[in-house]
């Protein structure tokens, strides 16, 4: 429990910091293709959608495994995609509780 804990921390820090530092724009200066650069910047703006990628990879490298079955590859994907999913609804419930609205 406290490892999958640390992991998804982890990932979540990983993901906040990635969306803050310019990595689409500096990755994309170095790629001449529109659709490669329009891609990594919508990936980069979407928290699931870039969580799912650093989940995964986290899993692999910490041999994260959710379910009972193990098929190398696919379930780091799983694990990644089941806990991107799953902090972005706690992130968007903290979000909903916490936030400020303001109407005007």
């Not at 500096?26 to 650093?54: A, N």
């Amino acid at each position: 429990m406290e490892l999958y804990l640390s992991y998804s921390l982890i990932g979540k820090l990983l993901i906040f910091l990635m969306q803050k530092s310019p990595y689409a724009t500096f990755i994309g200066k170095f790629i001449g293709r529109d659709d490669i650069r329009g891609f990594l910047q919508e990936l980069f703006s979407c928290d699931l959608c870039l969580g799912v990628w650093v989940y995964a990879i986290l899993a692999l490298i910490m041999k994260m495994n959710m379910y009972s079955f193990y098929v190398p590859i696919v379930s780091e994907f799983l694990t990644g995609a089941s806990t991107a999913f799953i902090v972005h609804l706690v992130s968007i419930g903290w979000t909903d509780k916490f936030s400020i609205i303001n109407i005007s």
